[in-house]
Nanobody, 125 residues
Framework: QVQLVESGGELVQAGGSLRLSCTAS????????MGWFRQAPGKEREFVAA?????????SYGTSVKGRFTISRDNAKKAVYLQMNSLKPEDTAIYYC?????????????????WGQGTQVTVSS
């Protein structure tokens, strides 16, 4: 069983930056594929980014955030991060961290086995 806790969400002006953190419990964190998803009011959950297990050599990003967001992981701290730059009002959403026991990157929520409670990011114009 893995428990995930996100932090770092807050109100920020358009053009600003935020770094979200997700810390995990469990002894095998390094083996998990980790992902970030977001959900805005009235919209479906959207894939944001994913990073492979171990050294995190493989990363993937959703089209709307590519070039602005960066995912990374620190296995010693059992943490995954989402650096968000050049934020836009349309980035406003609840951001969720997720962990997958599968070996490949997942781009849909059903690929993930564990979820955090989410952290609110609000970008003002």
């Amino acid at each position: 069983q893995v428990q995930l806790v996100e932090s770092g969400g807050e109100l920020v002006q358009a053009g600003g930056s935020l770094r979200l953190s997700c810390t995990a419990s469990g002894r095998t964190f390094s083996s998990y594929v980790m992902g970030w998803f977001r959900q805005a009011p009235g919209k479906e959950r959207e894939f944001v980014a994913a990073i492979s297990g171990a050294a995190g050599a493989i990363k993937s990003y959703g089209t709307s955030v590519k070039g602005r967001f960066t995912i990374s992981r620190d296995n010693a701290k059992k943490a995954v991060y989402l650096q968000m730059n050049s934020l836009k009002p349309e980035d406003t959403a609840i951001y969720y961290c997720a962990a997958s026991e599968a070996s490949g990157l997942g781009y849909v929520g059903t690929s993930y086995d564990y979820w955090g409670q989410g952290t609110q990011v609000t970008v003002s114009s």
